[in-house]
C-alpha cells in the first residue's frame, strides 16, 4: 500500500499533467480562432477586389476604345471566367487541401490584377479580364471549405453570418474606395493597391496559415460522388438555387435601382447611398446576437423568411414614390439578405461531407457568378422598366421561398458512387 508521501506525489503529478493539457488545449483554441479570423480577413479582400471593379471597369475600357459591345464584355468576361475558376477551385480543394489552393488564389490573383497596366485595348484587356476572374475564382470556395471545415458544428451557422459580414462590409467599402481613388489618380492604381494586398495576405498565409485540410484529410469519410449528387440532394439544391436568386435580385438592384432613383429626379449618389443602407443593415444583423438563431433554428425555415423578406421588400419599392421609403425599402431587404446568405451556407455544410465541400462551393459561387450576370441580362433581355423588374424578381424570390418549404424527398444517405 503506497505511503502518504508517494500519493501527494502523484496528485502533484497529475495536477501538473493537467494543467498542461489545459493549457495546450486553450492555445490550440486561441491559435484556431486566430486562424479563423485570418481567412475572414482573406474573405473579405476577395470581395473586396470583386466591388471595387464595379465603378471603374466600363470607364477604364472605354478609356482604351472599346465599343460598347466589347466594354459590356469585358465587365461581364470577369464573372464568366470566374465561374470556372469557382468549379476548378472546388475539385482542387477537395483534391489538395484548402490551403494549399487559398495560398496559390491568392499569390496569382495578386499577380494578375498586376497585368491590367498591360492592357493597351480592348482586345487585350479582355484577355486579362478573363485571367484575373479565373485565378480570383480559385480563393472563396477554398476560403469558406476551411471556415467549414474548422467550426464546430454547432456554430457553423454563426460561422457563415460572421463570414457574411465580411462580405457586406466588402460591398460597402469596396465601391467607395474605388470611385474615390480612381477619381483621384487611374482605375489601375485602384487595381494595383488590391494586387498588393492580395500578395501580402499570401505570403502571410504561407507563414500563419495551418494547412488544416492535410491533418484531418484521415478523418474524412472518402466516398467517390459523381456530380449528379450535387443537383440530387435538396437541402443542396435550395443552396444552389438562393445564391442564385440572392445575386440575380443583386444584379436587378445594379441595374434598375439607378433607373427608379433617376425617375424620382434624385441623382447616381442616391443610388450608392441607398445601397449602402441594405449593406449596413445587413452587417448589424450578421454580428448582433440575432446570428444565433442560424444554430437554434433550421436553415429551411431562415432561408424561407430571408428570400420572403426581400423579395417582399423589391415589391415595396416599385410601389415607393418618396426617396424616404426607398430608404426603408433598402434596410428591410438587408434584413432578408442577412438571412438567407447564413442559411444558403449551413444548407451546404450541413448536407455534403468534409471531404466533398471544395466541390460543393466550388459550385456554389459558380452560381453566385451566374446570378449577377442572369439578373441584369433577363430583365434587360425582357425589356422591364425598372418597377416591373422589381416586382418581377419580388414574385420570383416568394414563389422561390414557397417551393423550398414543400415536403422534401427522402436524404440521399450516401453519395452515388463513380
Known sequence: ??????????????????????????????????????????????????????????????SLGAAPFLTGLAVGMYSFSNTIGNILSGFLTDKKGAFGVLVSGLLLTGTALLLYHLA?????????????????????????????????????????????????????????????????????????????????????????????????????????ITIRFFFQHASVVKAFIGAFLLMFSQGVLAYMLPLKVLNLGF??????????????????????????????????????FGMTVMGASLLFISLSEAITLLYLCMGLYGIGFAFLFPSINSLLVHAVPPAHRGKAYGYFYAFFSLGVVAGSGVTGMLALTANEGFVFTGLVLITAAAGSLLKEPPVIKSPPQS
Not at 484577355?127 to 467550426?151: K, Q
Not at 447616381?268 to 444554430?295: E, H, R, Y
Request: net charge neutral.
Open 1 to 62: 500500500m503506497p505511503d502518504r508521501k508517494s500519493f501527494s506525489f502523484s496528485l502533484f503529478l497529475d495536477k501538473d499533467l493537467n494543467k498542461k493539457k489545459n493549457k495546450e488545449k486553450s492555445n490550440s483554441i486561441r491559435t484556431a480562432e486566430s486562424m479563423r479570423v485570418f481567412v475572414y480577413l482573406i474573405v473579405f479582400f476577395s470581395f473586396f477586389d470583386l466591388f471595387t471593379q464595379l465603378p471603374i471597369m466600363s470607364p477604364f475600357a472605354e
Open 120 to 224: 493597351f485595348d480592348a482586345w487585350s484587356l479582355l484577355a486579362i479580364r478573363f485571367v484575373h476572374g479565373l485565378l480570383a475564382g480559385l480563393i472563396v470556395p477554398a476560403a469558406f471549405t476551411y471556415l467549414a471545415n474548422a467550426a464546430e458544428d454547432q456554430k457553423k451557422g454563426k460561422g457563415a453570418a460572421i463570414s457574411g459580414a465580411f462580405v457586406g462590409l466588402a460591398a460597402i467599402i469596396g465601391p467607395a474606395f474605388s470611385g474615390i481613388v480612381a477619381s483621384r489618380t487611374s482605375e489601375t492604381t485602384v487595381l494595383t493597391s488590391t494586387a498588393v494586398v492580395l500578395l501580402l495576405l499570401g505570403i502571410l498565409s504561407l507563414l500563419f496559415l495551418r494547412p488544416e485540410t492535410e491533418e484531418s484529410s484521415n478523418e474524412k469519410e472518402e466516398v467517390p
Open 267 to 304: 441623382d447616381t449618389q442616391t443610388s450608392g447611398m441607398l445601397l449602402s443602407i441594405f449593406g449596413i443593415v445587413a452587417i448589424l444583423v450578421f454580428v448582433s446576437p440575432i446570428n444565433k438563431v442560424f444554430d437554434h433554428l433550421k436553415p429551411k425555415w431562415t432561408l424561407a
